[in-house]
């Protein structure tokens, strides 16, 4: 999918933001229609299509989780805005089925990068992954969320640190911004976007150098993230 032939609809009860949110990702190539309750939504989509929705959650009438439940079957991808920033919101708006969630207030950048991200993911084919990846004696069985140090001890790994190291054992030897990381792990870490990758990745490179592997995760100053390591898929 193009940004030019995606359809966007932003429900957003506060003009302003609403009329911002519109502006910049019409900018941006997107075809973009803001309405301001879930009564304009429904109004609006009878007969309607939308490639994603961007639903924001404290809206007068019905509240967005609300919207976002009633949607979770029929719905395109649901981005979720809420002003309140509680761990426990954000929590339940992806329970229930939206595809990703972003505090406020947010930079239109990450904005942008999060939509790209849905989208991208949404028109990607489903790919089978080889059972195992082997590096610098480790062996890694994202199926079964298993890590083996080289000297046959397993290292724990939490949901966030498997998929970042997931997208470093598929691309090694690549050099993966933070853009291309959020897309591969599914920005699901709290916090602004930049700054959750380095964070995700500092707790993984802390993991694999308790273990044996310091240089495994190398910097690139300025563009990135290189996995070192040559990967054997099995």
Avoid at 92 to 117: C, Q, W
Avoid at 127 to 155: I, K, N
Avoid at 156 to 170: K, P, Y
Avoid at 213 to 233: D, H
Wanted: charged share 30%; glycine share 8%.
């Amino acid at each position: 999918m193009t940004n030019s032939v995606a359809r966007i609809i932003v429900v957003e009860d506060d003009d302003s933001v609403r009329d911002a949110i519109v502006g910049y990702l019409s900018r941006h190539d997107f075809a973009v229609t803001g309405v301001p309750d879930a009564r304009g939504f429904d109004a609006l989509t009878d007969g309607a299509r939308a490639d994603l929705i961007i639903l924001d959650v404290m809206l007068p009438g019905e509240d967005g989780l609300s919207l976002c439940r009633r949607l979770r079957d029929a719905a395109p991808p649901i981005l979720m805005l809420s002003a309140l920033g509680d761990t426990t919101d954000r929590i339940v708006g992806l329970e229930i089925g939206a595809a990703d969630y972003l505090a406020k207030p947010f930079d239109p950048r990450e904005l942008l990068a999060r939509i790209r991200a849905i989208l991208r993911r949404e028109a990607a084919p489903v790919t089978q992954f080889p059972q195992s990846y082997h590096f610098d004696g480790w062996l890694f069985e994202p199926d079964s969320a298993r890590l083996t140090a080289p000297d046959g001890a397993p290292v724990s790994l939490t949901a966030g640190e498997l998929r970042m190291l997931l997208a470093f054992v598929r691309h090694p030897a690549q050099i993966l911004d933070r853009d291309r990381l959020l897309d591969l792990t599914h920005g699901a870490d709290d916090g602004p976007f930049d700054r959750a990758i380095d964070l995700a990745v500092s707790r993984l490179r802390r993991r694999l150098s308790d273990a044996g592997g310091t240089s495994l995760i190398e910097t690139v100053r300025g563009l990135g993230y290189r996995f070192r390591a040559a990967v054997t898929r099995r």
